[in-house]
């Protein structure tokens, strides 16, 4: 079992859709969370971070981790064509010094 | 844009061969991680420097090692290529009082081993 399971999708929705994205982990020593977003041929951009259990809001998006399922959530709202891309989870302990990531969900938003 | 960047953009090689990727990060930032990312996959830590010193290391074989110089660009190297090395390699920065989270990735340096 991989430490951290991503459904690669692709999923595809029309412009103004909730889209909810979602990783789950085994190792329940993680304790950082953490989305990015990864547009073709580039590197990934930090989305959003999350310490611990809890909800974290930044404009259209919204992290969401569940510990107690080893769960986590990006939900994004009025989702736009600009939005298409994949998107990653990543991971750590407390300790760690790498970020464990999923394989990646890849978003298409259609005008 | 981040302002790490990354050099080659592309790379050819063959099997058996040596390649040299660099990486220059971003101002104020003295941690450096190195990722692999192959096709459909999501990046693996292939190892991290701090102040010129490996701190860290992933599931790769001493053939993939790296330098941090001063002014704390770096560099990764793999020796006796392989097909199966075929990737996007990421480097990530850090400042200093960041987390490990605030890693800023560059584009990447794309290596095609034939």
């Known amino acids: 079992q991989k430490e951290v399971e991503q459904d690669p999708g692709p999923l595809s929705v029309p412009e103004g859709a909730i889209v909810s994205l979602n990783c789950t982990y085994s190792?329940?020593?993680?304790?950082?969370f953490m989305w990015y977003r990864q547009y073709s041929r580039k590197g990934p951009e930090l989305l959003m971070y999350?310490?611990?259990?809890g909800n974290k809001e930044d404009g259209r998006f919204t992290a969401q981790v569940d510990k107690s399922s080893k769960y986590i959530s990006l939900f994004i709202r009025d989702s736009q064509p600009s939005d298409s891309a994949t998107y990653l989870c990543?991971?750590?302990?407390?300790?760690?010094?790498?970020?464990?990531f999923g394989k990646g969900t890849t978003l298409s938003v259609s005008s | 844009e981040t302002g790490v960047t990354q050099s080659p953009t592309h790379l050819i090689k063959t099997r058996g061969q040596q390649v040299t990727l660099r990486c220059s990060s971003q101002?104020?930032?003295?941690?450096v991680s190195w990722y692999q990312q192959a096709l459909g996959q999501g990046p693996q830590f292939i190892f991290q420097?701090?102040?010129?010193?490996?701190?860290g290391r992933g599931n790769f074989p001493p053939r993939f090692s790296g330098l941090q110089f001063p002014n704390y660009s770096s560099e990764l190297n793999v020796n006796a290529l392989e097909l199966d090395d075929s990737a996007l390699y990421l480097c990530?920065?850090?400042?200093?009082?960041?987390?490990?989270?605030?890693?800023?990735f560059g584009p990447g340096t794309r290596l095609l081993v034939l």
């Open positions: 420097y701090y102040r010129e010193e490996e701190n």
């Open positions: 990530a920065s850090r400042p200093v009082a960041g987390g490990h989270e605030t890693q800023y």
């Open positions: 990543a991971m750590r302990n407390q300790a760690g010094t790498a970020l464990i």
């Open positions: 101002s104020g930032h003295n941690t």
């Open positions: 999350t310490y611990s259990s």
């Open positions: 190792n329940s020593a993680f304790q950082y």
